[in-house]
């Protein structure tokens, strides 16, 4: 069994994407994969108990066979940090490491990681700590952050030694694509770290739905209540006038619109383009032509009670931390790990080819 240990220095890298993206690449190359998420942060209920809600994810997406206590063997809820302050915290170690063995006969293990390096130091259960338990190989998986990602990528070889498999560079500007695959890896690879791919910023992996958008504003449905599952990849603010906007409205597809509700002309327009939802802000609905036009277009109109600002600030806090938990979603994670993973020079560092 080969254990493979998805890292990360920062939140939202996009570990669950690469875990995934392995997982399902490897398993249709016909090889016997488990996965584990190492550090449970998001409980969710499962019959009487709590495991992580991306080892949930991970086991029915998967197909996994395997009792949700292997694959999430440790969650850090309320009551578990509690208890780790009182000094009464259960050997958390103990249960990863059981978990751990129980995967002997798969060919692959892959290990989700927390999100970062050092998260679960408390309890032993950190990246660093159990790479050397598990004489895991660490796949980095670094967001671009600009140059500075390069230090991440190389600082880690240099923390990690025999143990760092490389990595690979994730959420990557369009703008920047070029420069990171043809002077960035380059020059990393030279320095004996191998970047084993190098993943554009993709809207889509983004996105939110509109039923989490309401989520996230605390929003009411207008009408339209059965689209609630298209997908936002972009928002636009409409405060300028009806012409202006209506040329900016074509050229974004894909969007939300977020403008107030007095302003039904920015309404109308956004409704003649490609818009997944229009957005009222300070609390207001719009008159009937508006929502009879929406109704017949297909797109929902939500209503929240915070202004322009507020909404948007909202929006942003929220947008690059979306998780991948959709169908659609999966199938672009896997066509994005057959397309820009070199799967062959991964197995050949961990000499498996």
Not at 90 to 116: M, P, Q, T
């Amino acid at each position: 069994m080969v254990p493979i240990l998805v890292a990360s220095n920062t939140g939202y890298a996009g570990r669950t994407f690469i875990t995934l993206g392995l997982a399902l690449k490897l398993m249709d190359m016909g090889y016997k994969v488990g996965v584990m998420k190492l550090f449970g942060t998001a409980p969710v209920q499962s019959g009487k108990d709590s495991y992580d809600a991306d080892a949930l994810f991970f086991k029915e997406t998967l197909g996994l066979e395997e009792p949700l206590d292997m694959i999430s063997p440790f969650v850090m809820s309320f009551e578990e940090q509690t208890l780790l302050y009182q000094g009464k915290a259960a050997d958390a170690k103990k249960r990863v490491l059981a978990a751990y063995k129980s995967f002997k006969k798969k060919d692959f293990i892959i290990i989700c990681g927390a999100s970062d390096l050092f998260e679960g130091a408390l309890l032993g259960i950190d990246a660093l700590s159990l790479a050397e338990e598990m004489k895991a190989q660490v796949l980095m998986v670094e967001p671009w952050r600009g140059d500075s990602s390069a230090d991440t990528l190389f600082g880690a070889q240099r923390v990690l030694g025999k143990r760092y498999a490389g990595g690979v560079i994730n959420k990557v500007p369009e703008a920047m694509i070029e420069h990171v695959k043809n002077i960035v890896k380059p020059f990393l690879e030279k320095q004996g770290v191998r970047v084993h791919g190098v993943f554009p910023k993709d809207k889509f992996l983004e996105s939110v739905t509109v039923g989490q958008l309401i989520e996230i504003l605390n929003g009411k449905v207008l009408c339209c209540e059965d689209r609630l599952d298209e997908f936002v990849e972009n928002f636009l603010i409409g405060a300028m006038d009806v012409d202006s906007a209506l040329n900016y409205f074509r050229r974004t597809p894909n969007k939300a619109v977020i403008t107030g509700a007095y302003r039904t002309d920015i309404q109308l327009a956004a409704l003649e383009t490609s818009t997944k939802c229009i957005i009222l802000t300070g609390g207001f609905q719009t008159n009937e032509v508006v929502l009879g036009k929406a109704r017949a277009r297909g797109i929902p109109i939500l209503t929240v009670s915070d202004d322009t600002f507020s909404t948007i600030n909202k929006i942003e806090l929220r947008m690059g931390k979306s998780n991948i938990r959709e169908k659609r979603k999966i199938e672009r994670s896997k066509e994005l790990i057959s397309v820009g993973f070199d799967m062959f020079g991964f197995l050949k560092k961990l000499d498996k080819v």
